[in-house]
């Protein structure tokens, strides 16, 4: 009797888990619009006033500020290390030719030149488009061995690095679409 119990409990507590905002009721915030400032070659959004493709100082902020400035999809893989499922992000057969920003800060982080076909179910890269624009951090989380990638401005969660891309660095930056945001050119 207490198994069956106990089932009823976790199988109750998954399904909760599983169920969006809509799901439950609560209003999903939309994902703001993103405005261009001709005067300074800058992209904002008006519910997030940290965002800027221009400003690469390091931002610190309390997590109940990036709760209120980020969507909550963003704000699940930026700031509590989610990851969204695989082959299932806008990026991750993306073919589009211009630049990858980090989609909590603005921070520039990949061009397109260095994306790949990874087939892995996430936009992957094999180099960084600058060399602080991510940062590194050992990840032991779920008994495996990983490197996780930060945005170098934010410490946004990104995903992870792997050893297995291909020439010339042989790495593989796989990342969240969630959390990039993308412009067109190059």
Same mark, same amino acid.
């Given at each position: 009797m207490n198994?069956?119990?106990?089932?009823?409990?976790l199988t109750m507590v998954?399904?909760?888990?599983?169920?969006?905002?809509a799901d439950t009721g609560q209003e999903e915030p939309a994902r703001a619009n993103v405005r261009y400032t001709a005067?300074?070659?800058?992209?904002?959004?008006?519910?997030?006033?940290?965002?800027s493709r221009t400003d690469?100082?390091?931002?610190?902020?309390?997590?109940?500020?990036?709760?209120?400035?980020?969507p909550a999809d963003v704000y699940q893989i930026?700031?509590?290390?989610?990851?969204?499922?695989?082959?299932?992000?806008?990026?991750?057969?993306?073919?589009?030719? /211009?630049?990858? &920003? !980090?989609?909590?800060?603005?921070?520039?982080? =990949?061009?397109?030149?260095a994306k790949f076909a990874s087939d892995c179910g996430w936009p992957s890269f094999f180099e960084v488009l600058r060399k602080n624009g991510v940062s590194y951090q050992d990840d032991h989380s779920y008994g495996m061995e990983r490197i996780e990638v930060l945005c170098g401005r934010c410490d946004a969660h990104l995903g992870?690095?792997?050893?297995?891309?291909?020439?010339?660095? /042989?790495?593989? &930056? !796989?990342?969240?679409?969630?959390?990039?945001? =993308?412009e067109p050119g190059l």
């Open positions: 198994s069956m119990i106990t089932f009823m409990l998954a399904l909760l888990g599983c169920q969006s905002p005067a300074t070659g800058n992209q904002q959004r008006p519910d997030n006033p940290y965002y690469t100082a390091r931002l610190e902020l309390a997590d109940s500020t990036w709760r209120r400035v980020l930026a700031r509590r290390k989610g990851t969204e499922r695989a082959f299932t992000g806008q990026y991750w057969n993306h073919t589009g030719l /211009g630049t990858y &920003y !980090c989609g909590a800060c603005g921070n520039a982080l =990949f061009r397109s030149d992870h690095l792997f050893d297995d891309g291909p020439p010339p660095t /042989g790495k593989r &930056y !796989c990342m969240n679409s969630i959390v990039l945001d =993308f």
